[in-house]
């Protein structure tokens, strides 16, 4: 037995693979080089007395790698909605002649 099957609307669709493992991808570059670019930061600040910088830095290039591995490891779980709404069900009934 065929069983009928609902358009896809737009709006409801999921995003694709490829469109989710590359928001993932760029999320994960961008830690990575935040990261990059925190360590060096990090041991300049430390050798010229700025102590406190240095350690948030250093801080930042010792975890992000972690969170970077979580986020690019999390695909969309969001799955689409039940089916597009019919914008005729959203409109209050129409007034009846009998109450103009």
Known sequence: MPTERRPQAVTSAPRSRREDRDGRMRAYLIAMSI????FPLSVWALL???????CILAAAAILLPSFA?????????????AGPVSPVRALPPAPRHDDL
């Open 35 to 38: 990261r990059i670019a925190s």
């Open 48 to 54: 010229s007395g700025h102590i406190v910088i240095g």
């Open 69 to 81: 591995v979580m986020i690019a490891n999390n695909p969309d779980h969001r799955h689409a909605s």
